[in-house]
């Protein structure tokens, strides 16, 4: 089963708004990463937050992690058309040598 | 050139027969891992490496197996391919003893189609 559940499933925005998505997890975790997928294509790496962080920044990415919540959340501010993809969260489980676990993602479509 | 690289990139094909994916990375990464993507499902890890020697299987490994041919190279065999294995599979690699956090980097995937 999967550890992440992102929400919304789908976000549809205008170019220039801010775009929030949100992923709870149900087991302690090492790190949480965030991962982008245009349509077709293989994921691409955005932001890693250890679970000692609470906020993390990459030009117009900002992730928040919540430890007491299992919850993380990442901001896209002033969106653009090219942001439009689908974002998955992802984690690393606290146990140590294991893989990555996703979440089913949350599709964002941005409209010029 | 691209660095995780995966063969090939479609490939339709009917039921019964066999099928391997391969995949080949140039980053020089320890570990290697087989998904496959479903509408609405996300990612789901089939098989995973984190060494030449080592094999694990993940959450959906029935009806798969794969190869570990050597550090750079990890393919996935379909032995008798059925409908419900069509799917986009994306092969990934990743470095722990360089981040000790297990980024992940991704092929451009393989689209799997099952007569």
């Not at chain 1, 117009?60 to 901001?75: A, E, I």
């Not at chain 2, 509408?39 to 080592?54: A, C, H, N, Q, T």
């Not at chain 2, 550090?71 to 994306?90: C, R």
Request: charged share 20%; aromatic share 8%.
């Amino acid at each position: 089963s999967q550890q992440g559940e992102e929400d919304p499933q789908a976000l549809s925005i205008q170019e220039g708004e801010n775009a929030t998505m949100n992923c709870s997890y149900k087991t302690s975790i090492n790190n949480l990463q965030w991962y982008r997928q245009n349509s077709g294509r293989g994921l691409v790496h955005l932001i890693l937050i250890r679970s000692n962080e609470r906020e993390k920044h990459s030009g117009r990415l900002r992730v928040t992690l919540d430890t007491s919540k299992k919850s993380s959340s990442l901001l896209i501010t002033a969106s653009r058309a090219a942001d439009t993809a689908s974002y998955f969260c992802a984690t690393v489980l606290n146990s140590g040598n294991t893989p990555l676990v996703f979440g089913k993602g949350t599709r964002l479509s941005v409209i010029a | 050139d691209a660095d995780v690289t995966q063969t090939p990139r479609n490939r339709i094909t009917k039921t019964g027969k066999r099928i391997m994916l391969e995949c080949s990375q140039t980053k020089g990464h320890d570990r290697m891992y087989w998904y496959r993507q479903d509408p609405g499902l996300g990612l789901r890890l089939i098989y995973y490496s984190f060494d030449v020697k080592d094999i694990n299987k993940g959450e959906i490994s029935d009806g798969y197996s794969v190869s570990r041919q050597a550090q750079a190279k990890f393919s996935l065999s379909l032995e008798s391919a059925i409908p419900n294995q069509t799917a986009l599979y994306f092969c990934a690699t990743s470095d722990l003893r360089a981040s000790g956090m297990n980024e992940q980097f991704f092929g451009p995937g393989t689209r799997l189609t099952v007569l």
